[in-house]
């Protein structure tokens, strides 16, 4: 990546920021949240994919990474992928809906769709066992044991009945007081919410109680040295190859990261920055 292209991805990081710190609290607006912390990811290894997708849901379960993908230089599909990178297409879809957020809850496997205002469920081989209208666009998905959580790429999370979608409750995400559009995919862990604000480098962790971003994180610092010239020019070329991408596993406390069209899926941990 060029010296300039690498200081307009930090600076657009930056400005992000500091659009949303000119509204952090103050006393006399004790509705706002707490100012940030700051999260630093370690990479302790990386999977690369032996076929590219354009990643849009990606979870774990068991000892495999699920993903749901959408039709952007490729199609709609819900894929497994293992620890060494090989990726087995569960069904196909091509063009047909958008794929957007993926989540796994009980036994079933939740996938939305971007405008098509359908959310799709599976068995865990791929098989569609039934499917749910909804008024809302669909971005990321999650859930908490409970509910799913999505967004629809405004400035809330939406906690629904799995079985209905019934709306059960919303929660407006907030930077400071600033309100956070955008959030795209997401991941439950321990209790918080970590999600891509999409187009830019941050991965913020939310608590779901109150929309409160309770820390943020750059990825650009940590993963961009970490790919080729190509690579890196590519996802600085279109929103089409941003970051998109967390999938973690409470069994060690690993995250895995990646984006959209990306070759690499990165493996590690964040922790506080100070
Ligand atoms: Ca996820």
Redesign the pocket.
């Known amino acids: 990546m060029s010296g300039v292209k690498r200081y307009l991805i930090m600076f657009k990081f930056f400005l992000w920021l500091l659009a949303a710190a000119a509204s952090l609290p103050t006393l006399a607006q004790a509705e706002d949240c707490p100012a940030p912390k700051t999260m630093v990811f370690h990479v302790e290894s990386q999977i690369e994919r032996d076929t590219l997708g354009f990643t849009q849901?990606?979870?774990v379960h068991g000892d495999v990474l699920f993903e749901s993908t959408g039709p952007i230089d490729g199609e709609t599909r819900l894929n497994t992928i293992d620890r060494k990178g090989h990726v087995t297409p569960l069904a196909k879809f091509g063009n047909t809906f958008f794929g957007e957020?993926?989540?796994i809850l009980g036994n079933e496997m939740f996938q939305l769709s971007w405008k098509d205002h359908k959310v799709f469920v599976y068995d865990l081989t791929g098989k569609r066992v039934r499917e749910m209208p909804t008024k809302y666009d669909g971005w990321?998905?999650?859930n908490d044991g409970t509910n799913l959580i999505f967004t629809d790429g405004g400035d809330r999370l939406y906690f629904a009945d799995p079985q209905t979608l019934k709306i059960r409750r919303s929660a407006p995400v907030r930077l400071g007081g600033k309100p956070v559009p955008n959030l795209n995919?997401?991941?439950?862990v321990d209790g918080k919410i970590?999600a891509n604000v999409f187009t830019t480098p941050a991965i913020v962790r939310v608590v779901p109680e109150t929309g409160c971003i309770d820390a943020t994180a750059d990825l650009s610092k940590v993963l961009w040295p970490r790919m080729s010239l190509n690579e890196r020019e590519r996802l600085l070329s279109s929103d089409n190859y941003v970051l998109n991408?967390?999938?973690?596993d409470k069994r060690d406390g690993t995250f895995f990261l990646t984006g959209k069209r990306w070759r690499w899926i990165f493996v590690g941990k964040f922790t506080p920055a100070d």
């Open positions: 849901g990606l979870e957020g993926l989540t990321g998905l999650t995919e997401l991941e439950w970590y991408g967390i999938a973690y």
